[in-house]
Nanobody
Framework: QVQLEESGGGSVQAGGSLRLSCAAS????????TGWFRQAPGKEREGVAR????????YYADSVEGRFTISQDNAKNTVSLQMNSLQPEDSAMYYC????????????????WGQGTQVTVSS
């Protein structure tokens, strides 16, 4: 089992930045991919970015490419999401997830999920 805990959410004005962090614990050796997802009220959960935990391969959704950066600190077992140039449409609950495989951004490929952290961007 892998436990994930997100932090760093909050409220910001359009154009601002936030940095989310995902702290992992448990059977860390079983992780291959960590991803960030988001879900706005009334919408489906969508993938935002993912990183392979052994290596530096990253992938982003088109909607955040160039604005968001995913990174990891293996010494601290954390994966971060730096979000710049935030827009109101980025408002959502953001979730960290981990997969036992090398996967993309499909929610059903992920085995472990955190509880989420809220991001609100005002215009």
């Amino acid at each position: 089992q892998v436990q994930l805990e997100e932090s760093g959410g909050g409220s910001v004005q359009a154009g601002g930045s936030l940095r989310l962090s995902c702290a992992a614990s448990g059977d860390l050796g079983s992780r291959r991919t960590t991803g960030w997802f988001r879900q706005a009220p009334g919408k489906e959960r969508e993938g935002v970015a993912r990183i392979y935990n052994f290596g530096t391969n990253t992938y982003y959704a088109d909607s955040v490419e160039g604005r968001f950066t995913i990174s990891q600190d293996n010494a601290k077992n954390t994966v971060s999401l730096q979000m710049n140039s935030l827009q109101p449409e980025d408002s959502a609950m953001y979730y960290c997830a981990a997969s036992r495989g090398y996967v993309g951004l499909r929610t059903y490929d992920y085995n472990y999920w955190g509880q989420g952290t809220q991001v609100t961007v005002s215009s």
